[in-house]
């Protein structure tokens, strides 16, 4: 990037940054705890349907805002997304009501009456739509972004709901100089003009408006995952991560670099979604922000030896040769990220803390139990690849 580039990027992102006038702050009509029904987003992505099953678990009424021309093709788009997760047996379908919308259109684009209606019955909102994507530059992120968040806080302010919004610790990507003070939940985020991904900085942008409204008085509360990996019982998860494209391309190409710096906090996302529900419905929580993140970070040598533990024979070569081997073949799972392995391996994550966040997760588990993150090791690992081989992403071992 040009110092013009990077300096056009800052005026952006600074302009983007602005919370409209007419987002105002209020009282939200229940507390945390007395919420009957919630509006959820995102519910045909990833971590959006294990949410649901979560926020069922609580035994909440659901409505899942979903991108379909009628609530019938809502229901379809949500049942194929159960199935790709393994959880059609452990979902009701009919205990969920389908809101065709879209975050990015005034009022999601209902009618005014649906609208109302709407509003009328929702007590709090999860939010966890977005466009994700590591790929994109943030110029094509930015308009839904700022709309997106923009029509969820007019959504909360018309149904004087709290919102819960799933950011990301990505938001603390781009610093330089200090790797080793772990990031906890108040400490600064940014600066988004130094992020190497478009996709943190629209994260980034989302969370100061968000603050911007916490300011105001909107009972905002912002969880934050680290790179979110599979179920830990079942093993269903999303392959269109870095790790997983970098685990899944290596094992196509039968080589795996050798130092390659990659060093990732990972967490289930079963995890996830049990502390943004527990802590979500503490109002001592209201307001603040929270961190759900694996209990140490894995660097490229502990995913070598989960490789090898799970059954694949790879050979180390050095990361030229192995990048080599995943250009040659366009349909490795790893080709279209050829030119982010070069940013990732630049970029050193930082370790992050979750102190607060624990804080809030003693005893809300099953039986007054703590909810716990179960760490990633090679049990887990083996069981993430067999869902993968299962579903014909990977090759038996
Ligand atoms: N996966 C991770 O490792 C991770 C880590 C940290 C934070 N997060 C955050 O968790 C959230 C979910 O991530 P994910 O990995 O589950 O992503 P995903 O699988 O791509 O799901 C994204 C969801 O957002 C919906 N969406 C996008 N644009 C929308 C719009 N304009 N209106 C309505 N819905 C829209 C998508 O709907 P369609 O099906 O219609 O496209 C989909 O349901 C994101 O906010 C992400 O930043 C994820």
């Not at 839904?144 to 969820?152: A, D, M």
């Not at 919102?163 to 600066?191: A, K, W």
């Not at 533990?309 to 192995?322: N, P, R």
């Amino acid at each position: 990037m040009t110092s013009l580039e990077i300096e056009g990027d800052a005026t952006q992102l600074a302009q983007d940054s602005v919370l409209a006038a007419d987002v105002q702050g209020f009282t939200p009509r229940t507390t945390a705890g007395q919420a009957k029904a919630v509006l959820l987003t995102g519910a045909t992505g990833f971590l959006g349907v294990f949410l649901l099953r979560e926020l069922l678990a609580a035994d909440l009424t659901v409505y899942c805002l979903v991108r379909a021309d009628s609530e019938e093709a809502g229901r379809d788009r949500l049942r194929a997304n159960l199935e790709t997760y393994d959880l059609t047996d452990q979902i009701a379908m009919e205990r969920i009501e389908i809101v065709p919308g879209d975050i990015t259109l005034p009022r999601f684009g209902l009618a005014e009456d649906d609208y109302q209606v709407l509003s009328g019955q929702v007590d709090a909102v999860y939010h966890t739509a977005a466009k994700v994507n590591f790929l994109t530059p943030y110029k094509w992120l930015r308009k839904s972004t700022v709309s997106g968040i923009h029509e969820v806080l007019r959504f909360a302010g018309a149904s004087r709901a709290a919102l819960h919004h799933i950011s990301t610790t990505g938001v603390f990507s781009g610093q330089t100089g200090d790797n080793t003070t772990p990031r906890g939940e108040h400490h600064v985020t940014g600066p988004a003009v130094g992020m190497p991904l478009g996709y943190t900085k629209s994260k980034w942008v989302a969370e100061q408006l968000l603050a911007q409204a916490r300011d105001r008085g909107v009972p905002v509360t912002v969880h934050r995952p680290t790179q979110v990996w599979g179920d830990s019982r079942s093993g269903a998860c999303q392959r269109n991560d870095f790790v997983w494209r970098f685990v899944i391309g290596s094992i196509q190409a039968g080589v795996y670099p050798r130092n390659f710096r990659l060093k990732m906090n990972l967490v289930p996302v079963d995890y996830v979604c049990a502390a943004v529900v527990a802590v979500s419905r503490q109002d001592a929580a209201v307001g603040g922000i929270f961190h759900q993140i694996g209990p140490a970070a894995i660097d490229s040598v502990a995913i070598r030896d989960f490789i090898a533990a799970a059954g694949y024979d790879l050979k180390e070569v050095s990361v030229i040769k192995w990048l080599k081997a995943i250009s040659a073949d366009v349909s490795n799972a790893m080709f279209p990220l050829i030119r982010t392995t070069m940013l990732m391996e630049q970029e050193e994550q930082p370790p992050f803390s979750d102190e607060i966040t624990r804080g809030f997760l003693g005893g809300t588990g099953p039986d007054g139990t703590d909810v716990t993150c179960p760490a990633i090791d090679a049990a887990l690992f083996a069981t993430y690849a067999e869902f993968f081989v299962r579903r014909g992403f990977l090759p038996a071992p």
